[in-house]
């Protein structure tokens, strides 16, 4: 005799068999981008999107180029956009340009490669919308 039970537990899918227990995991899991970390952005403290950064350059391997230096740039831009955010400032096209610009001149003291100017360029973009 055999039967079969599936649960659904936030994101994990428990089968039960006669035979086994099959647990998998992060059913409903997806590569994290930008907007990700940036939805809801004035909502959350500086710790939680800290932790959302790192689980977005952990499960995404897109972003497995950038150093703990790009990592911490990246945080001080979505500290600045959060900041103004918070007083009611949206992002102009102007702002998130002179920020890319500014970045550009200074790539080479930054050390970004243009992979990683592509991926703040990004960033930025998703503050947009």
Known sequence: MSFSTEKNQGEQNIILTDNFIVVIINTNHKNMDFSDVTKNLIDQTDERIHQRMEEMFRVNPRFNNLDTENKELIFGLIKKYKEK????IKPSAYTIHQDTYNLYENRI???????DLAQIRDLLASFKG
């Open 85 to 88: 955010m918070r007083q009611g």
């Open 109 to 115: 003291k930054l050390n970004l490669t243009e992979n």
